[in-house]
């Protein structure tokens, strides 16, 4: 199946401080990224849609100010939680979907990173 | 009423019992996936049904696409089957939204 790497693991941050997740696609290119949270014993919410190279779509009730999403190439997306708070601290994890590449056009299968755990103090 | 429902909300079982997870779904799909957190968080796609059934190993996946029903069994089960089992639906009007069950958070005991 197709590699995804998120990265940090896990992040402990001061209130008012910046947290940026990173993921990446190693062996596919993905148009369109998913991010997601997901809080203790919740299922995951879907926060926002990123399309290569285009703004993001936020879902409602998700502040696009304070969760920026870049998605400037096909095998990277970046979430950046400003400000952190600790209502913030949640599971994020990031589901690309599948353009082209190895495993060649989309089929629809889902794929996901292995998820940034947040922690604001 | 979710448009995604899943029973049931917990399971325990014992080593070797055969567990059965159903997903019924009131939209027109072009999916049905069902997936696999552990207790780390991390999300494994197990299935991908579109109709019929499938098999992997101890997992059998089915869906029913007149009663809009899926169902996830395991079979032999064992202490490391113990996550949490998710159905999604992928609706036919959607590439790439998902309707999201609530989970079955599975327990296997020695």
């Known amino acids: 199946g197709a590699v995804v790497s998120q990265h940090p693991s896990w992040v402990i941050c001061k209130s008012g401080t910046s947290v940026k997740i990173e993921c990446r696609s190693l062996?596919?290119?993905?148009?369109?990224m998913f991010w997601y949270r997901q809080f203790p014993k919740q299922s995951l919410m879907l926060m926002a849609t990123?399309?290569?190279?285009?703004?993001?779509?936020?879902e409602q009730g998700v502040e696009k100010d304070k969760f920026l999403i870049n998605h400037a190439s096909l095998t990277l997306s970046t979430l950046t939680v400003t400000s952190a708070h600790p209502e913030d601290s949640s599971f994020y994890i990031c589901?690309?979907?599948?353009?082209?590449?190895?495993?060649?056009?989309?089929?629809?299968?889902?794929?996901f990173g292995e998820g940034s755990r947040l922690t604001v103090l | 009423k979710n448009e995604v429902e899943q029973s049931p909300q917990n399971l325990t079982a014992q080593e070797g019992e055969f567990i059965t997870i159903n997903c019924s779904y009131s939209?027109?799909?072009?999916?049905l996936h069902w997936l696999q957190q552990h207790p780390g968080g991390g999300i494994v796609s197990l299935f991908m049904?579109?109709?019929?059934?499938k098999k992997h190993g101890r997992l059998i996946a089915t869906i029913n696409i007149q009663e809009k029903h899926s169902s996830l069994h395991i079979t032999a089960s064992h202490p490391r089957d113990s996550a949490v089992y998710i159905c999604?639906?992928?609706?036919?009007?959607?590439?790439?939204?998902?309707?999201w069950g609530a989970g079955t958070k599975l327990i296997i005991k020695p």
């Open positions: 589901s690309p979907r599948l353009s082209a590449g190895r495993a060649g056009t989309n089929t629809g299968e889902l794929f």
């Open positions: 062996d596919f290119q993905a148009t369109t």
């Open positions: 990123s399309n290569e190279g285009s703004k993001a779509t936020y």
């Open positions: 939209v027109g799909i072009s999916a």
């Open positions: 049904l579109s109709s019929g059934k």
């Open positions: 999604a639906a992928s609706p036919s009007d959607s590439n790439y939204q998902l309707i």
